[in-house]
């Protein structure tokens, strides 16, 4: 298959010919003095000018290589490891998130900084990429790159608003090298301004970017990626967080002196929610991927399997390696390089439904166990053991053929929706590798997966990224979805069920065509509409936004969206603080023998969550620089 324009990009982003023009500093208010040694022959030649549009596209996050670890100025193990989501068994900067230690000066990653160096690059490159006087130099290449860049500006915007809210537009301003540090000094622009700012560009380039790109430039933004990242900014802006969020309030105002945060809730913001998420599926070049048998098993696997499947909206890397994945969900004890230790929680795997459609675990008793919905058919002893029971989704990968995928499982884990089986490995389970059936890892202290600190704290590896039709220490491929229709129907579904609830509606608002979309995606896995399964549901609309959030938790699990989800609702004070619960890994094992004491609902990790922790502070380095974050740093810094 050819490598995608992503992984050109990637390949290209340490090119000595643009060092010199490259920005890598501690603030965006710093420019390089030496930057102009080499800066007009850049665009004499069209090589050295698409080196600089690679620049600029490389700062994109990469899923892999920033979630596994942190790999130079930028992470994103915060979204996938503070959440009650997952955990990781590695200390990186995320965990100051999770013990509440974090501040101004001790922030858990260097995405600030990275990402406006990154919009410092794209503002130099629109001013001078239609300047390029190669004569071999094709003006749609040249307009390609610009609309590209363009794009990845405003989506760089975006990155910075979901973790600090308003920030500084830049606008196509380049900051000189002598500026004094009194003239950069400015307020924040208001949220609404950021808003504005991002959907006006996105809106923009959407009317000059394809629907779709020839192979070789697979990765590259198009129509789609643009409305998508409006209609996720959308739905992010009309939700609690972003819109009349009391503790926000005063948090200062902008060069105009109109309030930095909304003031006061605006539900028309749902409209528009809802009306973004519709244009994108109005373009009808996406589908929800299904593979050719329509096993809901192998559906739900294919999105993370099936490189550039249909589904698919965007990737911020493409085409890529599986290898960070598949080594960080692989049991330690497996035969050659393995070291899993990212481990859906307790409280996750209690979120999915059992194979009736209903969600099993309604809440929870002081001591951490479960309060059952007795009619989901969960099982009255959840650590009963049930004898050889084969795990479907192994079924599922054989496709007809003969497999050995039975063991002693308890009850919990029985009976459950196809994607549980997809997402998530338990302790004791029977683990695919290529043809091979014969590992069972084992959580347990002593056990063959638990023998260093490489092993998953809360007893569970997430599976979804694993390829388990690969042998040994071959991991096969991934395009990840940064964006697919999946979400976005989501996004619809919620965004038409708060107008109900708000009491707005306008043009593209309905209902019908919500409940179909989400008919169509729990058909996709298997399971019949909510309302079939619940209808109580459809009399109640705080009801079905509940389940909405339910179905989004876990249709996008491990896909780093819930995260942003517990805050955007603002219930992150209850869903990430306090203890994280798992299996009794400090249990004494051996082997693959799981002792009977591993299963136990048990605590692995106790988490901090304060109101103030709803956005990350500015680094301390800004507020030195610039008086007006002082007073205008984010609640509770």
Known sequence: MKKSIIYKVAMFFAVAAVGAASVSCDSF????????????????????TQRYFFQCMGYLPKEGADLFGSYGNQSLTHTYGSSDESSFCWSWGYTSINYGSWNATNLPNGNYNHYYAAIRDCNIFLQNVMKCSDPTAVLADLQLWYNCVRWARAYYYFLLMRDWGPVFLMGDSLIEADASLASLARPRNSWEECVDYVVSEMEAVARNLDTSYPSAQYGLPTRGAALAVIARLKLYSASPLFNGNSLYRNVGVNAKGEPLFPRNANPEKWVEA???AKAVIDLGTYQLYKAESNNPYL?????????????????????????????????????????GGWGPTQQQVDAYAMSNGRYPITGYNSDGSPIVDTSSDYPSNEFQIQAMYANPFLVALAEGGNVSAQADTPLMYVGREPRFYVSVYWSG?????????????????????????????????????????????????????????????????????????????????????????????????GMAPITDVYPESESSIDDLIELVRRERRVELAFEGLRYYDTRRWMIAERTDNGKMWGMNTMAKGKDDEVPAEFWERTAFETRVFKKQHYLFPFPQREIDRNHYLREQNNYGW
């Open 29 to 48: 208010l710093d420019r390089q003095e030496d930057e102009n040694m080499t800066f007009d022959k850049i665009w004499q030649q069209v090589g050295t």
């Open 274 to 276: 809802a009306q973004a």
């Open 299 to 339: 559906n739900y696997l294919g999105i993370m399997m099936e490189p550039w499947n249909p589904e698919i909206i965007f990737s911020s890397q493409g085409y890529q390696g599986r290898y960070n994945w598949g080594v960080h969900t692989a049991p330690a004890g497996l035969a050659g390089t393995a070291y």
């Open 429 to 525: 389970a029977i683990w695919r590798r290529g043809t091979e059936y014969t590992y069972k890892g084992n959580f347990a202290n002593g056990g063959n997966a638990h023998t260093s600190h490489d092993y998953p704290h809360s007893g569970y590896l997430v599976n979804r990224y694993y390829d388990h039709k690969q042998a040994n220490n071959q991991w096969g491929n991934i395009t990840f979805p940064t964006y697919r229709l999946g979400e976005v129907y989501l996004n619809y579904i919620e965004s038409v069920l708060e107008c109900e609830r708000n009491g707005v509606s306008g043009e593209g608002v309905d209902h019908a065509l919500a409940m179909q979309y989400w008919a169509e995606l729990r058909a996709r896995s």
